[in-house]
């Protein structure tokens, strides 16, 4: 079983910026990608951003040079640091990581799709 546990979310006014961070833990023996995604109340959930175990990012469009995705390996950990918010970022962050549970799974390149609770961010005066 995995968990991923994510803090940081929070109140900010129009401008401010908040950090939010995913911790994923137990059985994994390798993740391949993490991201966020996020859910604002009505609508369907959309990425935010995504980070290769390379490094290599992807942004939606919404947020580009406003928000940065990086993660720690040895930590098992994914950040985004969200700046110059808006309050159409206002909406529950949801953190994914695509993992290989065992060995066996990463010969194969089988990979398992792992979701966070959710932390609301909301953009307000």
């Known amino acids: 079983q995995v968990q991923l546990a994510e803090s940081g979310g929070g109140l900010v006014q129009p401008g401010g910026s908040l950090r939010l961070s995913c911790a994923a833990s137990g059985n994994i023996f390798r993740i391949n990608a993490m991201g966020w995604y996020r859910q604002a109340p009505g609508k369907q959930r959309e990425l935010v951003a995504t980070i290769t175990e390379g490094s290599k990012t992807n942004y939606a469009d919404s947020v580009k040079g406003r928000f940065t995705i990086s993660r720690d390996n040895a930590k098992n950990t994914v950040y985004l640091q969200m700046n110059s918010l808006k309050s159409e970022d206002t909406a529950v962050y949801h953190c994914?990581?695509?993992?290989?549970?065992?060995?066996?799974?990463?010969?194969?390149?089988?990979?398992?799709?792992?979701w966070g609770q959710g932390t609301q961010v909301t953009v307000s005066p």
């Open positions: 994914n990581a695509e993992l290989y549970r065992d060995s066996l799974d990463y010969m194969l390149r089988r990979t398992s799709s792992s």
